[in-house]
């Protein structure tokens, strides 16, 4: 009979053993959290509001959910028109009570769609997790990565971290030069801004929704619009003519 000396045992057997099929089977199928990623004009809120119709097609119920959409109003809209009502997320809203609340009111809830998800808490984010693990709600988040100042947002980064599946949306949206763009400038009076508070909600065309902490001025509110640009042309704030200063499509 051979005996293994403890020097031939490999040490990472006893950290974290997988089950057998047979006892993988009897574990509860965990819910999935996915991050649908991309620019403006991408289509993440058409995707969004499909991927919905689609799971209801199959008699599955859903709850849709959106942070800060560009209309003011508590629902989910895409640029080509599609629209469909939501449920606003305040700043100190608990996830996982939505859900609750709709089981109280007997309502089962197998996914949700989170719409404008780089605006969630990272705590918010967590939740959603929670929700994926411990009661199998699948979750489909649709936001954008970055700022204006380039930078990941809170949100954003969380998902990043703790999503299942992350999804860059596959529809490219073109630099006014041609080049695919991939950064939000945020643009007033043709200049792009810097510095400012995160969340400032606005559209491709001037106007202004929401701001995150400062009041903006009358003129600043009328002025405000944002564009996606190349690196080279965020990098240098070059906008293009005036003809070219909105997004546009490409499918890939």
Known sequence: ?????ENDL????????VPAAGARRAVPAAGRLKF?????????????????????RQGRRGLLLVRHDRSGAPQITS????????????????????????WAAGRH????????????????????????????VDVYCFGIATDFRSELFPGARRLFELADELQPVQVEVLCWCGATGRFNARVRDGEVLRAGDTVVVADTEPGIVESSASP?????LTTMRYQVLCRRH?????????????GQLRLT
């Open 234 to 246: 965020y990098r240098t704030g070059h906008l293009g003519p005036a003809t070219a200063q909105h």
């Open 216 to 220: 903006l001025r009358e003129a600043e």
């Open 79 to 102: 640029r080509i028109g599609i629209t469909s009502t939501a449920n606003e997320v305040g700043a100190d809203t608990d996830l996982r009570a939505l859900v609750k609340e709709q």
């Open 36 to 56: 649908c990623y991309g620019p403006m004009d991408c289509g993440k809120s058409t995707l969004a509001l499909q991927i919905n119709h689609n799971h209801a």
């Open 1 to 5: 009979m051979t005996t293994l000396d």
């Open 109 to 136: 809830v197998d996914y949700l769609i989170v719409d404008e998800a780089q605006f969630l808490s990272p705590a918010q984010v967590e939740q959603l997790a929670e929700l994926a693990d411990d009661v199998q």
């Open 10 to 17: 490999d040490p990472t057997d006893a950290l974290s053993s």
